[in-house]
């Protein structure tokens, strides 16, 4: 599992802004100074936080999954949603933008003969994309189960052809009526290996299918964050007890995760 | 290299720090989370987060709210304990470049002079400052902050065992913080942090709850900066010992404000979230405002209102 080796701050060049979906976009950019810094790992899962682009109005950094990384740049897809947001809404290609990264743990990688189940909800969308892209560079073939609210909210995103998708809506205006995890069944789990990014329901269903299944299974947490490095504990994600007289125990969406196994939560 | 520049470091008790610019305890962890976006060797100093006897998981999520131009946290002095802290942390501490500071926290007088003790015997502690201000935990925390003669009772048995620097953190949520900055002086004081967080709160209208669980939780950032200023103005009119400023500070300018109503030092936090740049670029421009108005040391700041 990909650790943090190096935080680095940085600053980089938007080369793409898009909409993907309704309410959300994509942007691509590139580091000013043409290439990844040293020992720089952004794997699927891991993520960044960006400096709002009217600092100090509003002030803390805003946390985002990469959707992409390569060697000159990096992606993430974002949801317009407060006065952070609106305002990166607003930024154009050739804007600037400050970053914190690559931060936290990501997804791990499936064990040999384990077939990828990727559940998407919403915005969770960036990381799982990428983890699909990732995983059928491996050679593997990901089933992808995608959930939105109503079909312009599903995202227009490159799939890779080793994948398979399944698009869910809750109003059944495109795909499968139902959230993500009613679009599976559990002949879907024999063999399965579990990731999952949305609303908390729909992870904590995907994770009682792989409970009952006998799989595993991991999860990608959603906290408000402050500093993205661990040094404030404000991000604390509520962790199962390993006996019922322990006491309630955290750990840090930051650094321990946000990726985590989804047997470790307290639902 | 200009041989004269002005003096910038800050004596506390019979030690002297290297320059005024530290960072506040609850934003920087034990020194090592910053480590590759920080240049921990221009620090003044770290104060570290908070260690009480017992490990201390932290209050249940959310633990944060932004406001404008600040932050209520909640985080309820999540820490290892000291017994955690001797076995991981100590060794951060004996790498760090500068000094470091351990912030002390209890829920009873008995848990303060444990840990005061404790730390007097270990090398890689400079000093203690005493965090009488918490307002995020049920028992103890602000409770010791706000009453001037409790105050003055565990500031003084904290410092019959501990030699080092010994500073304590004053709360703004009190009448007249002159109060408890002098209870503390009586107390053996060396010198004041000034201020912890304000009291706040954030609610949450489509719950109809507040957005930390607790209810209320601290309030930091530039929101509270002119709060913090008058409170160093009050607390250096009523005191004789060194005052450490903090709160809100995102700039040279801001620090400054700070250092001329009448701090000897201060401290970065919450802007450390936005920009680990910030205590270098405030020290940087704490020394280039010195030189360009030519005052020698830190003291010379003091004393024009």
Redesign the interface.
Known sequence: MAGPETVVRGRSRITDHRTVARDYREIRCTYLDGHAPPRFHAEPGRFLTILPPHYPNPMIRRPFAYSDSWDEGFAFIYEIRGTATRDLADLEAGDVLDWMGPLGTGFPRPGSGERPILVSGGIGIGPIAYLARSLAEDGLCPLVVLGARDADRVPDLEWPDAAELRICTDDGSRGIRGSAPAALERRDADGGWFAACGPLPMMKAVHELAVESGRPCYVSMEEMMACGVGACQGCAVPMAAPSPEDGPAYERACVEGPVFSSRRIAW | MVASGPDLSVVIADRRLPNPVGVAS????FGE??A??VNLAALGAVYT?AVTPEPR??????????T????I?A?GL?NPGLEGFLREKVRILEALPCPAIVNVAGAAEDDYVSVAEAMDTVDAVWGIELNVSCPNVDHGGMAFGTDPAVLEGLTRRVRDVCRKPLIVKLSPNVTDIAETARAAEAGGADALSCINTLTGMKVDIQSRRPVIPRGTGGLS??AIRPVGVAAVWRVSKAVGIPIVGLGGI?SADDALEYLLAGASAVQVG?A??????VPERVLEGIRSYMVRERIPAIGDLHGYF
């Open positions: 609850g934003t920087f962890g989370e910053y590759d976006l987060k998981a932290g209050n249940a999520p959310p633990r944060l709210a932004e404008p131009a600040g932050l946290n985080i999540a950032g530039p995102t919450t450390l979230f936005s920009d680990p740049s």
